[in-house]
């Protein structure tokens, strides 16, 4: 009997000084760094909001990116990609092919005015042809399979089904890949061949004054090799084709530069206040960001190149093609360099 007393009494015990403890602990919290499922001080929005805004905590893991348990830059970067950059890269791409029709209905294709003559003038040599087709052959699959990243699964799902468009998917990202390098050799050999043609000079405000000559009959503004819009697209080409390519390495082998914090760094030295910070991650999403937008650009200039040497003028395909222009072409076109090359010919004697 008396020890049916002491059990009892034990329990009720136990429970006492259990819940003196749980008392005990309860108000001796104060971080609220409490084992077990119970929040302490810390609401849940609290906790939610600290993961939320991308901080990072601690892992065993070697990724250093494992620590942090949401990345809440990517919704930044999905909204930018998914917003802004395909819709602008859209329109842009949509509008120079809508001014081209209109420029075409207008101005016609730009006839050899004088007519074709029988005489034709070397203007690209078998190395130069090849550079070009090198940089635009890769640079045309290139595009298109870039933009399938960005646009495909809204064409293509449709027509073919979500096991249609991966695999069409994931061949175009291997010749995106592969052909990248022989977009880059094309790239640096152009550059090699070409650059002398293209310093600008005073020339190219008269040629840029003149409107090039190609809106109105009639008008040809001087221009030696490469006219002043010529040079634009060089330059513009070579540029931009670095910076894709700089960017586009980046994304092939990730996790590995920090491009945009340290160019954001140079330019805070010359007054900008940019951010320097960025994780890997940040850094990759850049990478992509940028990429996009000077492709989409560099592809809406591009149309306009192509259309110019092919439909929209008489004669200029000849160059990239044979290589052998109409001499009348030339003369219409690039004056001062028939000149230099009749002179080269035919060196007229030292005055
Ligand atoms: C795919 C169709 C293309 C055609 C039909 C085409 C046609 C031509 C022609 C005919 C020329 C020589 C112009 C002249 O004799 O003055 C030329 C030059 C040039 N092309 Fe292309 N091209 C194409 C694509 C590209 C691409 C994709 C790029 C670059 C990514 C490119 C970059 C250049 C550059 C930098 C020049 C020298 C500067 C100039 O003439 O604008 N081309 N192209």
């Known amino acids: 009997m008396f020890q049916k007393y002491l059990s009892v009494i034990t329990i009720l015990m136990a429970l006492l000084i259990g819940s003196f403890g749980v008392v005990s602990s309860s108000v001796a ?31 065993q893991m070697k ?44 101005r016609g294709r730009i006839k050899i005015e004088a007519g074709p003559s029988k005489e034709k003038i070397l203007r690209f040599g078998t190395i130069d042809r090849f550079a070009h087709w090198l940089m635009a052959g890769s640079f045309v699959i290139l595009g298109i399979t870039g933009l399938n990243l960005l646009y495909g699964r809204y064409v293509f799902i449709p027509i073919f089904g979500k096991e249609g468009f991966a695999t069409i998917t994931a061949f175009g990202k291997l010749a995106h890949n592969y052909l990248a390098f022989a977009f880059m050799a094309g790239l640096g050999l152009s550059f090699v061949l070409w650059v002398r043609h293209n310093i600008p000079s005073k020339l190219d405000l008269k040629w840029l004054a003149m409107g090039g000559g190609i809106f109105v009959k009639g008008v040809h503004p001087p221009a030696r090799k490469f006219n002043a819009g010529q ?77 110019i040497g092919s439909v929209g003028m008489e004669g200029a395909l000849d160059a990239m093609n044979t290589g052998m222009v109409d001499r009348n072409w030339a003369k219409e076109h690039h004056n001062l360099w028939v000149e230099e090359e009749d002179q080269k010919a035919s060196p007229k004697p030292a005055e």
């Open 29 to 59: 919290q104060t971080k609220g760094e409490v084992p077990g499922s119970a929040l302490g001080i810390k609401s849940d929005s609290d906790l939610w909001r600290y993961v939320r805004t991308g901080n990072a905590g601690t892992s």
């Open 63 to 106: 990724d250093e990116l494992a620590a942090v348990m949401i990345q809440s830059e990517g919704d930044n970067w999905r909204a930018f990609r998914n917003g802004p950059l395909s819709s602008y890269g859209a329109y842009g791409l949509a509008i120079i092919v809508a001014l081209l029709v209109v420029f075409y209905a207008v």
């Open 231 to 307: 040079k634009i697209i060089f330059w513009a080409v070579m540029i931009g084709g670095l910076s894709v390519s700089m960017s586009g390495i980046a994304l092939m082998f990730p996790f590995q530069t920090s491009m945009f914090s340290e160019t954001f760094a140079m330019l805070n030295l010359v007054g900008f206040n940019l951010p320097t910070d960025f994780t890997v991650l940040q850094e990759q999403q850049m990478n992509q960001l940028w990429h996009g937008i000077v492709s989409l650009a560099l592809m809406t200039m591009i149309i306009a190149h192509i259309y």
